[in-house]
């Protein structure tokens, strides 16, 4: 598989550039520890195919069971244990996640601390690589959140920082203030971008931030690396390739979409790929720095996106399939 590099925009990070895998491995789904052995079986299969980030977060998996464990944590931790895996993978892990159930906000100085603390003791790591706020809470300010991160940033615990569900003009204000006061800003945003441009709504959650117009033009102002969740829009093009529109059912299901099903079956059928290649050579080949976060139920759906990294879709494929 090839690789990306994620460019840092801030000296205090020491690194120029942190080389990873162009696709992300989410493990969002890993969960209860009977299903240990068929979890790192698939990190296994992506450490295989040449990957190297993987993507979890404090609050994957807490739904599992009663204990509210973070199982997708813990299990990638016990595997950075086995072997020298932990020499082989890059983490991503989220925290600052609002409350389940009430989703009440907690993205404050107080949580992040004792997030950060918790993913450190499931991931059995002194230093996570990369660390996100999983949500963001315009209430707060961003001198609180910015100084609470560089706190752990200073002490080695967490390396470069990312955004998950922040807007982009929040991670511009967050920036803007490091940089006046010589701290370390975003280098990445984790939002929710692919094919179909779902929304927030269609998704069921309006604490999500998905690409639009307004924000790319932003991201690609500030020169930022963005890692794309929902990539695959839950298999959305694969599932309704050959489907009537009548016969789709699905959150995603409106007009615009048909409308662009009609023009990605056409960029498929044209140029001889399969729809999980369209898909991701979508955000393969955006004018933005793209990692497409991937999460699978099985191997063979796997080894299938990874046969697809080497897909980009050209600059006139990407504005046929928008409808520009």
């Keep these: 598989m090839k690789t990306t590099s994620i460019r840092t925009h801030f000296e205090t990070t020491g690194v120029k550039e942190r080389t990873v895998s162009a696709l992300a491995l989410g493990i969002a789904r890993f969960g209860g520890m ?65 409350k389940l159930g009430t989703m009440q906000m907690r993205v404050t100085p107080e949580c ?19 660390y996100f706020l999983h949500r963001d809470d315009e209430g707060v300010p961003v001198a609180a ?27 511009y ?34 604490t999500l931030v998905s690409m639009t117009d307004e924000e790319e033009a932003l991201y ?34 409106c007009a615009d979409t048909f409308a662009r099903m009609r023009r990605i079956r056409e960029v498929c059928r044209d140029a001889n790929l399969t729809p999980t290649a369209v898909t991701l050579g979508y955000l393969l080949g955006q004018d933005l720095p793209v990692i497409p976060i991937a999460s699978m139920s099985s191997i063979a759906q796997l080894e299938d996106c990874m046969k697809c990294m080497d897909t980009a879709l050209t600059k006139e494929q990407i504005a046929w399939i928008d409808g520009k």
């Design 145 to 171: 959140i910015m100084d609470a991160l560089n706190r752990h940033a200073e002490r080695g615990e967490i390396g470069l920082l990312g955004a998950s569900n922040w807007s982009a003009r929040r991670i």
């Design 34 to 98: 009977e299903k240990e052995k068929e979890n790192h079986a698939q990190l296994d299969c992506f450490l295989s195919g040449g990957g190297s980030l993987v993507d979890t977060a404090l609050v994957y998996g807490q739904w599992v069971d009663e204990t509210q464990q973070s199982y997708s944590e813990l299990i990638l931790g016990d595997y950075l244990e086995a072997a020298d895996h932990k020499s082989k993978i890059v983490v991503s892990t989220k925290g600052a996640h609002p």
């Design 112 to 130: 992040i601390d004792s997030d950060i603390a918790q993913s450190l003791i499931n991931l059995r790591t002194n230093n996570i690589d990369i």
């Design 220 to 253: 690609r102002d500030m020169d930022m690396t963005i890692m794309a969740f929902t990539s695959l829009a839950g298999g959305f093009v694969s599932k309704f390739f050959n489907t009537a529109d009548a016969d789709i059912h699905s959150p995603y299901a």
């Design 173 to 206: 204000e967050a920036n803007d203030y490091c940089v006046k006061h010589h701290m370390r800003g975003f280098d990445l945003s984790q939002i929710c971008f692919n094919i179909i441009r779902t929304t927030p709504k269609q998704m069921g959650d309006l």
